[in-house]
């Protein structure tokens, strides 16, 4: 014989407590997904003998629609009640880029609660990176125009501060989006805080030119992401070509964390991460350079 189903203090089983629960006893607050999609590309060549510079890029949208009309913003939407977090991502994805094969990566979620003026919305921000000569770039739905911005990251102040039980670190970022059309600015303060094991972070937006919503922080936090994986993992090959040389992997590594490398130790590290060819360049102007692949068994040597 089987055993009577367990009864809670109201003497219901799960069968009857799900029967007759109420879905209005708790407000459901709004959930949606913003995208932060990275590429690395080419600015325009002054001496045809000389490497392109690179430069960072995030693909943002410009708002047609309230809160924020006509402010830029991350590409996202809202996440409806058949799909998961990661399902909506992605749609949300294809649907502003018109791409869905690339390395993607949720980050944080977001619940301040006064973040959206239309009510109670919490956001799961995602990481997307993409190589951007297979893209096409297209606005969505409540967008009037989507656009690559050059994203430039600078440390405006570090204070370090000893407290009763640890100790504060505070950080002023400067985070400036820009393209031939527009320049946006926005300063976050970053202060954590370490009482023994236990670390806080706070994140404020001091100053936020053009930037809606909280998306200043969610860039903040994503660069900061970026620049620590690049270290210790391969994520940055998924911003490069299937063909490349050596030096336009240290340039994309060099544009991403913001500081120049040193060549041979760069070489050193990302030697089992590249497989040699027998292909060249054939760029006019300077002598054809050995082009490599990425080797996706370099962590099992």
Not at 197 to 218: C, I, L, P, Q, W
Not at 223 to 250: C, G, H, V, W
Request: aromatic share 10%; with cysteine.
């Amino acid at each position: 014989m089987g055993k009577d189903p367990l009864r809670d203090k109201q003497g219901l089983t799960e069968e009857e407590f799900l029967q007759k629960y109420d879905i209005s006893i708790y407000e459901r607050p709004s959930v949606t997904v913003d995208m932060l999609i990275f590429t690395v590309v080419d600015e325009e060549k002054e001496n045809y003998r000389k490497l392109p510079e690179k430069s960072l890029k995030l693909l943002l949208v410009k708002r047609g629609v309230h809160p924020y009309i006509g402010q830029w913003a991350l590409p996202g939407g809202f996440v409806t009640n058949d799909e998961s977090l990661d399902e909506a991502a992605l749609r949300e994805l294809k649907t502003e880029t018109n791409i869905d094969d690339v390395y993607m990566e949720q980050l944080y979620t977001w619940g301040d609660v006064k973040r959206d003026p239309r009510t109670r919305v919490i956001s799961c921000s995602y990481m997307a990176l993409i190589d951007s000569r297979a893209l096409e770039v297209k606005a969505g739905d409540d967008a009037v125009d989507a656009r690559w911005f050059d994203a430039r990251y600078s440390v405006l102040e570090e204070k370090k501060t000893i407290l009763e039980k640890g100790f504060s670190f505070e950080r002023v970022i400067k985070i400036t989006l820009s393209n031939d059309q527009a320049k946006l600015e926005a300063t976050i303060k970053i202060i954590e805080k370490y009482s023994g094991k236990a670390v806080t972070v706070e994140r404020d937006v001091m100053v936020s030119n053009g930037v809606s919503f909280d998306h200043a922080k969610m860039i903040q936090y994503a660069i900061e992401r970026l620049r620590n994986k690049i270290e210790y993992t391969d994520i940055a090959f998924n911003l490069m070509p299937e063909l490349f040389t050596l030096s336009e992997l240290q340039q994309v590594y060099e544009v991403t964390l913001g500081r120049e490398l040193l060549s041979s130790a760069f070489r050193r590290k990302i030697k089992d991460m590249v497989i040699e060819t027998n292909q060249f360049t054939k760029d006019a102007g300077h002598r054809p350079a050995k082009l490599f692949r990425f080797n996706p068994n370099w962590r099992y040597l």
